[in-house]
C-alpha cells in the first residue's frame, strides 16, 4: 500500500477504482493536436525552442491554469549531459600518420552520441591552403584578438586573412545562435554572452580543430605543433571575451608494429604506396619543427593530454570537470588497430510470439533453432576472424544481457580453451547494461492493450520516441546513458566480440557504430535471426556493415519497442 501511494502521482486514474482508495487529481489529457497547438504558441511566446525539454516535455512548459510560471528547464539526464557546462576547443596535434584526424572523429561522434554535445569540426588545412614561398613565421601574435601567426596589420585589413576566418567561425560556433543562447533566459535584462546564467544550461559547445595533413600546416600556429603556437592559441580564444577552455591532445607513436599498421591502412587508402622509408624521411623533416608539449613547468597552465601508443599511457594536466574526463577516459580506451563487432538479436521469444513487450520470457521452438544456428556461426566465422590462415582459431569475446531470451541464445557457443590455456573462448561476459528497456507499468503488454488503457501515453511515444519514459520505466535516452560505459571498453577492444542484446539496445549501439543520428535510432529495424557484422579498419576508413541471416522464419513479427 506505501508503494501504492508513494508512485500514484504518476498514474492515471483507472476506471474501477474502489469506493474506499483515496481519489487523485487526474492528469490533462495529451492529444497530438493539442501537443501541436500548445507547443507552435510556446514557441512564439517564449521565443525559445525548449532544447532541454524532450519533446513529449514539451507542451508542460505552457503556462497553465494549474501552473502559471512553469519552469522551461527540463531534471539533467546524462544522455544531454554534453549540453551542460563551459565551451570547450580541442587541438589535435603530433606526428604524421599517428590518427589525428580519425580520433577526432571518433571523439566527435562518442560526444555528440552519448552526451549530446554540440560538436564541429575544424580542419587547419582548409583556412591554410598551400602556396608557393617559404613557409610563414610562427612568432606569435602580442595583440588581443589577433589570430595566431597574423601580423596585426594583416588581421586590421579590408580583406580578413584565413586565420582571421578561422578564428571568426570558431567564436560564431561556440557562441551559436541568439536563440541559443538565451535559451531558458528570457528574463534577461543585459542580454551578454558571458551572463553567469547561462553557464550550465546551453553553453555545452565543442569544437574539435586537427590538421588532415600536418605537414602542410607545421608552420601555422593553429596546427599547434610549436610551443609558441599553443601558448598563441590560447591567448587568442580566451581574448575572446567568452567562457572557453582549451585542451590540446598530443598523440605519440613509438610502437613500431603501429606505425607499421597504420602505413598499411594508409597505402590502402592513398592512391600511391607510402614505404615505411618515406615515411621515416616524413617524420625526420617534421621533428626538427615539431615541439611536443613541455612538461618542464613552462605549459602547466595548460590542459592537455598526451597519448602514447594511445591507451599504452596518458599523461594528463589539468583536467577537470565532466565533460574534459569523459574525454580522457574514452580517449584512454581507443586504438587504431582493426577490429570487428557482430551483433545480433536474441532468437524469436515466447513474447514475441504473442507480441508482449519485455518480460523475462524464454525462446520459442523457432528461436531454439536458431542459438544452434548462432553456435556454428560463431565457430565458423567469429571465431576464425582476422586469422593470417584459414582455419585459424582466433580469441574472440562474447557479451549477452541478464535476461534468459539473449543467456539461451548463446548456449550452443563453444568455449574451448586456447592460446596454451591463457584464453577460455567467447567466455560469456553478462551485463546488466544490455538488458532491454524497461517498459515499466506496460510490461507485458501488448501495443494494442496500451493504446487501449492509455492512448494519450501511445500518443506521446509516438511524438517522441527517443526522449518518452515509460511509466515507471525507462526512455531511449537512459538506454544511451546506461550503454555509455560499455562503450569505453567495447571500445578497447582488439578481438572480434559478440554482443547478444534485445532490439531497443542494439538500435542504440548500432547507430553509434554505423555513424547514424541517436535521434533515428529509435526508427532502426534490428531484425530476428539476423547478425549484422560491423567492421572498422583503423585509422583511414570508415565502418563496414554486413548481415548474415541465419533463420530460420518466424511464426510473428517482433513487437517494435
Known sequence: MVLKRFFGWMRRDKPGQSAGQKEETPLPAFSLDAYSTKHSRGQSQQGSSYGNLVKSQRDLANPSEQNPLPTDVAPPIAALAGNIGERHVLVFMGHPHVGKQSTATRLLRYLSYFHGATCKRFDVCEYDPPEAGPPRSRRPTDSPGVSPGVSRASSLGNKPSQADQLLADLKEFLLGSEKDTMLNMKYSVENEVDDPRKKHVDSGRVAILFASNCEQVLHNNWSGASKEGRRAIYDSLQALGIRVKVIFVEIICTNAAMQAENLRQLSESAAEEVTAEQYEQKVRKYVRAYVSVQRDGSEDDLSYMKMINYGEKVITNKMHGYLPMRIVQFLSNIHTHKHVIYLTRHGQSEYNVLGKLGGNPGLSAQGQMYAERLGKFAAEHICQEGGDIAGEVVPARLWTSSLQRTINTARHIAHPVINN???????????????????????????????????????????????????????????IARLDPLVHEMESYKEPLLIISHQAVLRVVYSYLMDLSRETAPKREIP??????????????APIEERFYLGPEVVAAATPH
Open 421 to 479: 590455456g591463457l584464453w577460455e573462448q567467447m567466455s560469456n561476459r553478462v551485463y546488466r547494461n544490455l538488458d532491454e528497456i524497461f517498459a515499466g507499468e506496460y510490461e507485458g503488454m501488448t501495443v494494442e492493450e496500451i493504446q487501449q488503457i492509455a492512448g494519450d501515453e501511445a500518443a506521446m511515444r509516438k511524438v517522441d520516441k527517443i526522449g518518452y519514459r515509460y511509466p515507471r520505466g525507462e526512455s531511449y535516452f537512459d538506454l
Open 528 to 541: 530476428l535471426h539476423t547478425v549484422m557484422k560491423v567492421t572498422f579498419g583503423g585509422v583511414m576508413s
